[in-house]
């Protein structure tokens, strides 16, 4: 408990601290096993970094700095390649060890598959091709890189650019079952694509155990991929199912042999499924542009409802009314007003009674007048 306080009272006090003259920390965004990493900026001129705090427990075990330290330095040795984030700075600062990388805005596979949400097809034929050539390229320099993290590989999830921070020497990060012979080589690369290929379409580890076959567990590979993506081609689902046990296979003799057969037999599957990938691509944006006309039409709709004068309630009567009144101004009749809901003409017999009245009236009072 005392040592998890003391952590996030570190933490907290990293930030706005400036590092070397030249980096300050402004906020941490992400912790990972080994250390903290916090959104930075350049001072000398306005650029978004990552600064990684390596955790001070592993700061007193030499063998773990000596290792990270390979393993920057061979991420370092990889120079400016597109796909790999780009290494500043690495260095012992106020008794802390920090590596400064560039920034980018993404998220790990891992974040991604955590989500539960199905990735498109075109973006994982992308994150297993780019990934099986950053491996080609580090094994044509002639670096070893062991097992890599899918907390390692990052994708911005707008653009669907791809990023590898660096690669883990301790352990695989894509099987559940420890491998018994940890001998690292194109071979256990493959593997990793194959059980990597796994994963992004089904989320789940593939191997219960070290004895169960690729052939057994392709039958829920391929069972995903005729449920979730319904776009591809049976045939291409067959292709995707064979690449997988081609890469898994536990005899490394029938196991692809090379990286580029693994990225030729993805790019085959992005040729064929390129046309199918684009027209639901397509349908998706007129479904969407659909969707936003409905929309616009509705509230169009509802700005004139609003605006347009509303009519005053009329009765039945007032109707009635209304007509016998046109007919009788084309006949010469007056209309005088109402009274309720029926109008008053001379015609009415209200208005009959009423002059009979004031007439007699007169009358009497004249002939009272003429003879009294």
Request: charge should be positive; glycine fraction near 4%.
């Amino acid at each position: 408990m005392r040592q998890s306080a003391r952590r996030e009272a570190g933490r907290k006090a990293l930030p706005n601290t400036v590092l070397k003259g030249a980096y300050k920390i402004l906020a941490p965004f992400r912790e990972t096993t080994n250390s903290f990493l916090f959104k930075g900026r350049l001072l000398e001129k306005p650029k978004d970094l990552v600064i990684k705090i390596i955790k001070d427990r592993y700061v007193k075990k030499p063998k773990f700095i000596e290792q990270y330290t390979e393993v920057l330095e061979a991420t370092n040795h990889l120079g400016e390649h597109s796909n790999i984030v780009k290494m500043y700075d690495f260095d012992y600062v106020a008794q802390r060890y920090c590596v400064v990388t560039e920034y980018f805005e993404s998220l790990s596979v891992e974040e991604l598959l955590t989500k539960g949400q199905t990735l498109p097809l075109a973006l994982i034929l992308k994150i297993l091709e780019q990934t099986a050539k950053v491996l080609g390229m580090a094994h044509r320099e002639g670096l070893q890189f062991r097992h890599l993290k899918l907390d390692n590989i990052l994708v911005c999830p707008e653009s669907h650019e791809l990023k590898i921070t660096h690669f883990d020497k301790s352990r695989s990060a894509f099987s559940s079952v420890p491998l018994r012979n940890k001998v690292f080589s194109v071979s256990s690369d493959i593997l990793t694509l194959g059980i990597m290929l796994y994963r992004l379409f089904c989320f789940d580890y593939p191997f219960a155990h070290r004895n169960e076959l690729p052939e057994l567990v392709s039958d829920k590979l391929e069972k995903r991929l005729k449920t979730t993506y319904r776009e591809v081609s049976p045939d291409d689902v067959q292709a995707i199912c064979s690449l997988f046990i081609h890469s898994t296979t536990r005899d490394v003799s029938r196991r692809l042999g090379r990286y580029e057969e693994f990225i030729e037999e993805i790019q085959k599957l992005c040729l064929s499924c390129k046309p199918l990938v684009e027209k639901k691509e397509k349908q998706e944006a007129e479904e969407k542009r659909n969707s936003l006309e409905t929309a616009f039409d509705t509230v169009a709709a509802l700005r004139g409802e609003f605006n347009r004068p509303k009519a005053l309630p009329i009765s039945e009567a007032e109707r009635a009314s209304l007509a016998a009144a046109q007919d009788d101004s084309e006949s010469g009749a007056l209309v005088w007003g109402r009274e309720g809901d029926s109008l008053i003409s001379f015609e009415s017999p209200i208005v009959t009674f009423v002059l009979i009245g004031l007439i007699a009236t007169l009358l009497v009072g004249f002939l009272y007048k003429l003879f009294f």
